[in-house]
């Protein structure tokens, strides 16, 4: 069975508060995006993983497809199976991957040993993996809050828009970038201005509360923004905790060659 898990971008990042447990409230919307991984997984003699594409950093023993087909397995008597994961989206970028993946795996177990599991048991597993991998079950539009595991409804469109996604070369660990935020209470109403203001506004009420100090650290970052709004896009940001950065336009523009040192993700949104 084959899935293409793909990427998602963050429309405004707000971190709410630091929880008793250690991690933080935040508000943002999730809007999933079309770059992707290619995921298949057959039934096998005995448990495997494959990856090609990129280079994963880390024991592969450890990846979250492994982890995701584990956690089923704890509650399911799962035959063995065989994963091939080609490795596409880059990582430490603030794109999901690694979550997207591992939801993939979870719907794609589902599937193959007729689960029978529904979204709602499917996401409460998803956050056993990491805060935004539930996002990655339903992958459609929405407003995150809590850790990043609870959703609301959203209204957004930006089918027919175009959409320039550049990752330079920088990883970022996102549990090192949540160390240096100071959370800024209260909430910023991403919905409300995303529901209801023009595309061309974002710029001036959308904030990703991680660009500051992640720009701080890797000032490049700061230019390849200016150089997205440059290029005429009606709004820009850092994705997640970064260091992707995209950009959202009414047309598609000629890219400068700077960007060819980077990868790069183009495309019309659906
Ligand atoms: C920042 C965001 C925004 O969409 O995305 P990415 O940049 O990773 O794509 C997410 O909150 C990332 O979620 P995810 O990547 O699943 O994080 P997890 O694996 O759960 O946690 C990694 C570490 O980040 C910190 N963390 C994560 C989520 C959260 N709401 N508060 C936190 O403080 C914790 O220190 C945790 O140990
Ligand atoms: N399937 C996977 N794809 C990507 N990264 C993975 C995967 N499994 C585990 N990881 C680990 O998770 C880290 C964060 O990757 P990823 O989720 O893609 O980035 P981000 O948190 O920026 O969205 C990687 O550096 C890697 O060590």
């Not at 090609?52 to 880390?58: F, N, R, S």
């Not at 609870?150 to 996604?165: C, P, R, S």
């Not at 509360?209 to 896009?233: C, N, R, V, W």
Request: proline share 6%; with cysteine.
């Amino acid at each position: 069975m084959l899935s293409f898990p793909n990427a998602k971008i963050n429309l405004g990042l707000n971190i709410i508060e630091k929880r008793k447990d250690g991690f933080h409230n935040l508000e943002s919307c999730f809007y999933p995006v079309p770059w992707h991984d290619v995921l298949e997984i057959v039934p096998s003699q005995k448990l495997s993983f494959q990856i090609t594409g990129l280079e994963i950093p880390g024991d592969p023993m450890e990846n979250l497809c492994l982890k995701a087909y584990r956690l089923l397995a704890e509650d399911f008597d799962l035959e063995p199976v065989s994963i091939h994961l080609h490795k596409i989206i880059p990582m430490g970028a603030g794109l999901g991957g690694g979550s997207s993946d591992a939801a993939a795996t979870l719907k794609l177990l589902n599937q193959l040993f007729t689960l029978d599991l529904d979204e709602e048991t499917l996401a409460g597993y998803a956050s056993e993996i990491g805060s935004d991998c539930a996002f990655f079950i339903k992958n459609a539009a929405t407003l995150a809050h809590g850790k990043g595991d609870q959703f609301l409804k959203i209204t957004i469109n930006l089918a027919e828009k175009y959409l320039v996604l550049v990752y330079p070369n920088i990883h970022v660990n996102t549990a090192v970038a949540y160390s240096g935020i100071i959370p800024q209470k209260p909430s910023h109403g991403i919905a409300k201005i995303i529901e209801n203001e023009p595309l061309s506004s974002w710029k001036d009420q959308l904030t990703n509360d991680f660009e500051h100090g992640i720009f701080k650290q890797h000032p490049s970052l700061t230019h390849i923004k200016a150089t997205l709004y440059q290029l005429g896009a009606a709004y820009a940001s850092m994705s997640g905790s970064g260091s992707a950065l995209f950009g959202l336009f009414e047309q598609m523009p000629q890219l400068p060659e700077e960007f060819d040192n980077y990868l790069v993700w183009k495309g019309q949104l659906s």
